[in-house]
């Protein structure tokens, strides 16, 4: 009961158009009533890395496509209501076979432009090809610089400009070997003695028993996205090709406009600009931050005249100045000069700001005077306050920080500081 596949000896499908799109097969099998094999699919199954056909058969979507030895299994959504043995009419969805399929050539295009730019010892490790974009996972030793990268793009343009022909060719193992070396096999060796062979214009030679344009032209476009070094000696490569390129362009293009009407310039002068700006505001932060100083030195005096005391029920030596904020004003970089100048001033002190991030979040900043570490460590409290905020901190004995996203009870904080702080004062084991 195997499946004929029929889009297997072509470029897209059996002909040299795109009408098998659509077709007609006998369903063989129904599998829990969702897992359809039919006596022939135009279905490209996942495989290679290449990912599979959606589309419908009859009324029902297909949303999977695998293949299991020589049967090709479509999943459908929901309850599958023909019968076996009913003849049905399918369709392949045609954008997004032909977005994978030009995704897939770039795919080689991409392997043999790294090769050209960084060296023969390029070998594929891994691919995946996907509607909206792929990715290439090649062997080299190092990340690659942006010049290494726009050179790769570069070389696979050139390929697409030059619109060679893309052949495919079925050859016994042993010609194919012979005639192409082993450096076909980038996907891994091929389980068969026939071998399928994709030749890109004599440049990439590979078996692959995905599906391809017919020339390089059609894929218009190709844009890589990132890369990155994914482990030792693997770099990965992102890239998209035809109209996903191009939407891919006309997206920085567009932040690009947005970012020269911010800035109040135009194209010509957008880096020009830009770097003024960055200038100007390097210059603010060191003028704000001189601003707070001065005015962190001038809230200190205040801000141990506004502390409470807090005293131990059974020991009266025992004892700690509190201060507690909860600011939406002051960001945390005004509070940590305050809170470290203050406990120098004042060793009893223990300093608690929690400043308010745009109303969604919360920065917990604690310091413990010399006196006061002797009680209570910041790391400590930090963390527990932290934890009442729904996040966690650290830090040192006498400096902690953290954070969290929970600011409904925030008003009661400190009352529950208050409780916690005369419960360590109270405690004499300490």
């Known amino acids: 009961m195997l499946t004929l596949m029929i889009h297997r000896n072509e470029n897209y499908c059996i002909t040299t158009t795109l009408v098998f799109f659509s077709f007609d097969a006998k369903i063989l099998r129904i599998i829990n009533k969702n897992l359809v094999i039919l006596d022939k699919t135009g279905f490209y199954p996942r495989g290679g890395g290449q990912e599979p056909d959606f589309g419908y058969i009859g009324a029902h979507k297909v949303d999977d496509v695998t293949k299991i030895k020589d049967k090709v299994l479509h999943h459908v959504i929901g309850t599958f209501e023909q019968k076996e043995g009913d003849v049905v009419n399918c369709v392949v969805e045609k954008d997004r076979r032909l977005s994978i399929t030009k995704n897939h050539t ?97 440049l990439d030679i590979e078996a692959c028993g995905g599906t391809h344009v017919f020339n390089t032209g059609e894929l218009g476009l190709i844009k890589i996205i990132k890369t990155e070094r994914i482990q030792d000696g693997v770099v990965r490569i992102e890239f998209v090709a035809g109209a996903n390129a191009l939407n891919r362009v006309q997206d920085q293009d567009d932040q690009i406009q947005y970012i020269v009407n911010k800035l109040g310039t135009n194209r010509e002068k957008v880096l020009e600009t830009f770097s003024k700006n960055m200038d100007d505001l390097d210059k603010s932060k060191k003028k704000i931050k001189s601003l707070l100083r001065s005015i962190s030195i001038a809230t200190v005096e205040q801000t141990i005249k506004d502390s409470i005391v807090l005293k131990s029920e059974s020991n009266a030596n025992r004892f700690l100045n509190c201060y507690f904020k909860i600011d939406e004003e002051f960001d945390d970089q005004f509070h940590l000069l305050v809170g470290q100048n203050s406990v120098e001033r004042n060793p009893d002190l223990v300093y608690i700001s929690i400043v308010i991030v745009e109303s969604k979040s919360a920065k917990v900043i604690v310091f413990c005077g010399k006196n006061a570490l002797k009680i209570m460590k910041a790391n400590v409290l930090a963390n527990h306050i932290s934890k009442m905020l729904g996040g966690s901190g650290g830090g040192t004995p006498n400096f902690g920080q953290g954070g969290g996203t929970i600011l409904e009870n925030r008003q009661d904080l400190e009352e529950m500081l208050k409780k916690s702080l005369l419960e360590k004062l109270n405690d004499l084991n300490e």
Do not use: C
Request: hydrophobic share 35%.
């Open 106 to 202: 770039a795919t080689h295009i991409i392997n043999h432009a790294s090769k050209s730019v960084l060296g023969s010892w390029v070998w594929q490790n891994s691919a995946y090809k996907d509607e909206t974009y792929a990715r290439l996972d090649i062997t080299h030793h190092s990340a690659l610089s942006r010049v290494e990268m726009q050179e790769i793009e570069r070389k696979a343009n050139d390929i697409i400009r030059s619109n060679l022909p893309v052949l495919i060719n079925f050859y016994p193992r042993g010609v194919a070997e012979q005639n192409y070396s082993f450096r076909i096999y980038q996907g891994g060796v091929v389980p068969s003695n026939d071998v399928r062979i994709v030749n890109i214009g004599g």
